[in-house]
């Protein structure tokens, strides 16, 4: 897939992204399609033999591996470690800072969404039906864009839709709570993970700290080990 706008991703999908930025070629550094497919034929033997090599390395590590939390993609994400097991790199820890990036990203290219985390920002918790919420969160510049629900019940599906989304910058959905009236309205619960447990307890899920620590620079290439 290729896109210029991240924003315009929708949330599912952007947890399960892996993003490339490409960078621009200078005009001396372009190259035909002839000239790299001959560079490519030249050194096609020994990339294919190191990947066999690293292949079979990380399948023999890969029974090993042992994650405390699994991702969106849970084996892919093994499968990372199992790389960075072998390789001494830090491709898992790579792939979760991307996919946060760009979960953000398309949070921002949002209109509802980015209204969604203000309110919750301001609130730190809010609890309300999806017409309640509706009345709450106000557009950018107070028009409402074409992607804006037009009702409660496009407002509460938006939720679920954006819900990871949300779950990226730390704000959990809970739409499992009805009011104590008479009614019974669906209820939705919006909490900031880092507020304490006391306060954000009416949301579903506990607040959690992030799945890894930051970030540390990119690992620096190895040699596969010799395998016996």
Same mark, same amino acid.
């Given at each position: ?67 405390? /939390?699994?991702? $969106? ?5 093994? !499968? *990372? &470690?199992?790389? #960075?097991?072998?390789? @001494? ?89 009805? /009011?104590?009236? $008479? ?5 939705? !619960? *919006? &909490?900031?993970? #880092?507020?304490?447990? @006391? ?30």
């Amino acid at each position: 897939m290729t896109t210029i706008d991240a924003g315009a991703l929708a949330g599912d999908l952007a947890e399960r992204l892996l993003m490339l930025d490409l960078q621009l070629i200078e005009p001396e550094r372009r190259r035909t399609e002839e000239e790299l497919a001959t560079a490519f034929e030249a050194v096609r033997p020994a990339v294919l033999g190191a990947l066999f090599d690293l292949l079979a390395s990380v399948l023999a590590a890969l029974p090993n591996v042992r994650l405390d /939390s699994l991702p $969106r993609m849970a084996d892919f994400a093994r !499968v *990372l &470690a199992a790389v #960075d097991q072998v390789m @001494e790199w830090n491709t898992l820890d790579d792939y979760l800072a991307a996919s946060a990036n760009v979960a953000g990203d398309a949070l921002e290219g949002d209109p509802f969404g980015s209204a969604v985390v203000a309110l919750v920002e301001q609130c730190g918790t809010w609890t309300g039906t999806a017409a309640q919420l509706l009345e709450h969160v106000q557009p950018p510049g107070g028009i409402r864009p074409p992607t804006w629900p037009k009702d409660a019940t496009r407002a509460s599906g938006k939720v679920k839709r954006i819900a990871p989304l949300l779950r990226s910058v730390g704000i959990t959905v809970d739409d499992t709570q009805r /009011s104590r009236d $008479r009614h019974r309205h669906k209820l939705l !619960v *919006l &909490a900031r993970t #880092d507020l304490p447990k @006391e306060t954000a307890s009416a949301a579903s899920a506990p607040p959690t700290g992030p799945l890894w620590p930051d970030v540390p620079p990119n690992g620096q290439g190895h040699r596969v080990p010799d395998q016996e």
